[in-house]
């Protein structure tokens, strides 16, 4: 392959993460093959926008390139978890209205597939040699280092399933046949753990390519991640509130943007400002900021950097920025609410999630 091609997709992977290790290895691969990458979820709650309109327009950017994409659908990792009780038939139908938002919000399909860890295993049964002889190349310590994968922090009081959870999502990597783990942020510790151990099984690392996290709309707290200099805010479906969801209405998007946190010219830690960035201006080339004419009229912006430097200039209020931004989102989600409304599978399948606890 051209060198020049390599380049413009090792572009295009950079557009989408915040880390890649490493650099050289993504470049090989491109060189040798169609690589392929994988993501996996777990299926609880309602879907936010970040595991939505974020993850279509990574995934579409990564086909683009001539990456093959698989999606791990973590049935068995979301009983590990304790989501919706542990019970794997409610975990199973939030699985598949996940699927039906990506269909519904323009993923591009055509190189994806899903697959659901739990039939994996089951018809692959050397699945859990692999789960035991990476246990047997670690320690406890190092695997309890990746409870963050599963929402938890270092406790003794965590349940068993926290070393078993990293050990399964890393032999995941292998028998996906994964050359690429294209994960959050959030789940770096446990690709790095894929990599430490897989040499000592004579297995190939993966490429890991770290995604960045959306912010949630509330001003939070920050914590720090593995990345140095990094923090996490991300949307979290715990507060529904700091979360826009795939299937909210109209009305609700607008009053969480009206409550989001967005200080005056301030553009680091700005969730609104971030939204225009990493989804408004991945969806439309232009976008406008309606005012009244008396404060200056609309402004039309056709770059996220300069709609940035207007608000760090005050030229653009907090509140017109809001509004916008929920107006944009709003056309975003527009697709997948009539997907619900008019497909009767899609709608039952809501109804169902909108029951489940």
Known sequence: MEKSSVDEKIKIIKEVSEEIINEEELRNLFETKNPVAYDGFEPSGKIHIAQGLLRAITVNKLVSTGIRFKFWVADWFAMLNNK????????????????????????????????????????????????MKLSRNTTVQRVLRCGQIMGRG??????????????????????????????????????????????????????????????????????????????????????????????????????????????????????VLEYFKYIVFEKFDNITIDRPEKYGGNLDFSSYEDLEKSFIEKKVHPKDLKDACAKYINKSLESVREHFRKNEDAKELLEKINTKK
């Open 154 to 271: 270092d406790s003794i009081s965590n349940p068993a399933s926290q070393i078993m959870y990293p050990l399964m999502q890393a032999a995941d990597i292998h028998h996906l046949g994964a050359d690429i783990a294209q994960l959050g942020t959030d789940q770096r510790k446990v690709n790095m753990l894929a990599r430490d151990i897989f040499p000592k099984l004579d297995l190939t690392p993966p490429v890991v390519v770290s995604h960045h996290m959306l912010m949630g709309l509330k001003e939070t707290k920050t914590e720090k991640t593995g990345i140095e200099g990094a923090i996490d805010k991300k949307m979290s479906k715990s507060d529904p509130n700091s979360a826009i969801f795939m299937t909210d209405t109209k009305e609700e998007v607008e009053k969480k943007f009206k409550k989001a946190y967005c200080p005056e010219a301030q553009a680091e830690n700005n969730p």
């Open 84 to 131: 919706m009780g542990g019970d794997l038939e409610k975990i199973r139908d939030v699985g598949k209205y996940f699927i039906e938002v990506w269909k519904a919000c323009g993923m591009d399909l055509e190189n994806v597939e899903f697959i659901w860890a739990s039939d994996f295993i089951k018809e692959n049964p050397e699945y859990w040699e692999t789960v």
